[in-house]
Every structure is written in C-alpha cells, then in structure tokens.
C-alpha cells in the first residue's frame, strides 16, 4: 500500500522482478519528488509552481533526447527509452501536482475524479507498460483501482488534509448529507457525517470491485501484485467502518492482523 510521501506509487515489493526494480525506482523518484514540491517545506505557491514548471522543461529534454546534468532525469531517460514509456502520464502527474498547489476544494466529483485521472491512474498506466499489457481493458481496470485507492486515501487522511487547508470530499456531496465543512474543522463525528461517509465508503469500494477483474486477468507477480493492492485497499474501507467512520481520531491504516487477512482473501480471490 501507500509508500512514504506519494501515497499512489505501488510497493515495489519482493512480488517486483529484480529486472523492473530499476525501474520502478527511477519513476518513483520522479513522482516523489515532483509530489514533495508541491506539498513540503515552506515554499510559497509561486515558488512550488516554477518548480514543478522545471521539471516540465527537463520531460521536454528527454522528448527531443537532450541530456540532463540531473541524474534523476538522467536514470528517467534511459528507462523511458528502454521500455518505450509515454509521456503523458508524467506530465499528468505534474498537472495533478500543480493543481494541489492552487486547487483546496472541488464542487463534485466528476471534478474529483478527474484529480485522480491524473494523479493516480498514470502510475497504473505506467506500471502496465513496463509488464507490457497495457491494452485497453487492462488500462480501464487499473484506472479503476488507482481512482479508488486515491479516494480511500482522501477518506483516510481528512484530518492531515484539513491541517493543509484541504477537502478531498466533493462539497456536492457534503451538502446533500447535511454536512457543514466547518464541522471538519471541529471533527464532528454525527450521523450526518457517518452517512456521508458511508457513501464516499461505498462508491469508492464500488469502483474498486469493479476493476478488481484486472488482478485475475494478469498472471504471474503482478497480479499477485493487485490483488494484494486490491485487498489491502478494501480493508481500509473496513477500518473506517469499523471505526464508526471517526477518521479523525482513528485514522484507519494496516496493521499485522489485516494483512493476515488481506493476504488471506488475495489467496481466495
């Protein structure tokens, strides 16, 4: 599940071949670090931006195959041109990381869903290409999985987000519950909220049920891979029911009791 500060990048666990490890690596530094500008330090919004905009500039470097003197954008090169990876999904990425600079609510959840578009589903995208089998029915399923572990990340991090002067629930729904966003500011655990929650809960666990297929589509590790990440995924919706939907004080997270049990149902799946 979630590793360190970006929370959308998959474990490159032991299930990872050696041959992807550098790999895998080399994006993740990317991702991380482009996250970090975003959102560490004291760094003002205009600062974070230009930023951002400087890794822009070195993914245009790489697309006309012109040397970098940073040996992050370096290593990224080579791997883009071994493995024949796209573009886009790192600079969606930055669109996605540009956008918490300046972005702290959105209206609906189609606004939402397209954050995590961007944010979420290029990692999937890219972790396809470099298994080779990123065709059009395995992207959708991965979309599908990034999206939520993306949203079931924002149910359980309210609390840290409002720290950040952020709302990841959609205010559409927030109003239609009842819900006042000063009450997250208060932690207001009623059942206005425990209705809202339960209904962020179950679109997000519908979603990823519904591209769970992926993980029995793929052989070998990385659809152990998924299913882990599938699983893992939906247990944490259960620690939220099962914390009475008090993200506040309980933020949800795995411990070695749950991973006994996702292990267990990754098996069964």
Known sequence: ?????????????????????????????FARSADDLADEGDAQPAERLAAL??????????????????????????????????LRPFRDLLSAFKQDVV????????????????SANPVGLLMLCLYGVADEANVRDSDAICSSLQLINF??????DREKDRIYIPLD?????????????????????RALMGF????????????????????????????????GGLRILEAIELAGYDVFRHRPKLGKRDWIVVIWRALRM
């Not at 729904?173 to 909220?193: F, M, S």
């Open 1 to 29: 599940m979630p590793v360190e500060h970006y929370e959308n990048f998959p474990v490159a666990s032991f299930l990872l071949p050696r041959r992807l490890v550098p790999a895998v690596e080399a994006i993740y530094a």
């Open 53 to 86: 905009l400087a890794y822009e500039d070195a993914l245009g470097r790489i697309e006309r195959g012109e040397p970098d003197t940073d040996p992050m954008f370096t290593r990224l090169a080579f791997v883009i041109g071994q493995y024949k990876l796209p």
């Open 103 to 118: 972005t702290k609510r959105y209206n609906d959840f189609d606004a939402l869903l397209d954050y995590c578009a961007r």
């Open 155 to 160: 149910l359980q991090d309210v609390a840290i």
């Open 173 to 193: 729904d927030l109003a239609r519950h009842g819900v006042d966003p000063a009450q997250l500011d208060a932690e207001q655990v009623d059942v206005a909220w």
């Open 200 to 231: 962020e809960v179950a679109r997000a666990r519908a979603m990823m049920v519904g591209g769970a297929a992926l993980a029995l589509r793929l052989p070998g590790r990385i659809g152990w891979e998924l299913r882990l990440v599938v699983q």
